[in-house]
């Protein structure tokens, strides 16, 4: 179901009208983070709408929940569809629409604790290395995307922010270049310096490209010719994904982001700084992304004094 159509069946069971109010939340979190949201929204108000839910408030939004563990929907998924319930909530008692009583009661539907964590992943640095110098530079198409992938593996920063940089971002700052008043998760602004060889392959693009000003990564077509005003950071993901498995690397979303992480961090970068480039709210997020709470390297298993024959059958 589509967002206006769940939006129509949402009304006509709770006689609200929802959609000034999703947009609100949307235009609430980041880019990377709209297509998700909206897609727990609607499928919320889908839910609402054709179960007939007597009234939107603390229980209703439990027993949703408790249907989508039923369904087998992860803990991850369930907190971030509550998140998007949560903020429709505040929108609509900000709004007059729900009491502000019941709206708080929505605010304290606790959310589902996720046992263990997963695992990234994060690439060496010969392998970075080659997942930058994957795309070919006698095409347009292939100097942007080394600048990207360049950008992404020595800045950090997530797509979303990839794709919002402009030429006035890059500035020089104590004698270097670095990413400016770059606007994050949570609307927060940070500083990100740019390694040398990234603002190396940048220059190549841009100037191969005749940009000069407004955004920096734009689409080709496949007649290699600039096609519009930016990337989206769905076709940067799409872009990574596909050098990456030329090269038989399995990468997901973030990891160019954890791959900077561990390079710096071993590289001997302080942990807080590392955490400061990456615009993290706390240290220990940082540490998750490192992977500093369990060694790979010098594992536990590595010290058990087995000795196994391997020469048989």
């Known amino acids: 179901m589509d967002t206006s159509t769940a939006l129509t069946v949402a009304q006509n069971a709770g006689s609200v009208d929802f959609s000034p109010f999703v947009t609100m939340v949307l235009d609430t979190v980041a ?17 609402y709408g054709t179960t007939r839910q007597p009234e939107l408030n603390k229980a209703t939004v439990l027993r949703y929940r408790q249907q989508m563990l039923d369904q087998g929907k992860s803990a991850a998924n369930v907190n971030q569809r ?3 319930i949560r903020k429709l909530a505040r929108e609509l008692a900000d709004n007059g629409v729900l009491d502000g009583q019941i709206a708080a009661g929505i605010q304290r539907a606790q959310g589902v604790r996720a046992e263990g964590r997963k695992l990234g992943n994060w690439l060496s640095k010969e392998q970075a290395e ?34 919002s940089l402009t030429v006035d971002h890059l500035q020089q700052r104590d004698g270097r270049w ?5 606007v994050g998760k949570r609307n927060k602004t940070r500083s990100v310096p740019l390694p040398a060889f990234a603002k ?11 940009i000069s000003e407004g955004y920096i990564f734009r689409p080709v077509n496949k007649g290699d010719h ?6 989206t950071p769905q076709s940067i993901y799409i872009a990574v994904v596909g050098y990456a498995g030329t090269l038989g690397m399995d990468v997901a979303a973030h990891d160019t982001r954890r791959t900077f992480a561990k390079l710096a961090y071993k590289g001997g970068a302080a942990l ?3 955490s400061l480039t990456l615009g993290h709210e706390s240290l220990a997020t940082t540490q998750r992304y490192l992977g500093l709470e369990q060694d790979l390297t010098d594992a536990p298993c590595d010290h058990l004094g087995l000795h196994i024959d391997l020469s048989g059958k």
């Open 31 to 47: 880019d990377g983070s709209k297509r998700d949201y909206q897609r727990a929204l609607v499928d919320f108000m889908t839910w």
């Open 82 to 84: 509550l998140s998007a």
């Open 130 to 163: 080659a997942l930058i110098g994957a795309p070919p530079v006698g095409t347009l198409k292939g100097k942007r995307d080394r600048a990207l992938l360049a950008v992404l593996i020595g800045t950090g920063i997530r797509r979303a922010e990839a794709a």
């Open 178 to 182: 670095v990413i400016v008043d770059l």
């Open 200 to 210: 190396a392959l940048v220059d190549r693009w841009l100037t191969a490209a005749g």
């Open 226 to 231: 600039l096609a519009g005003e930016k990337m």
């Open 272 to 274: 807080d700084q590392v």
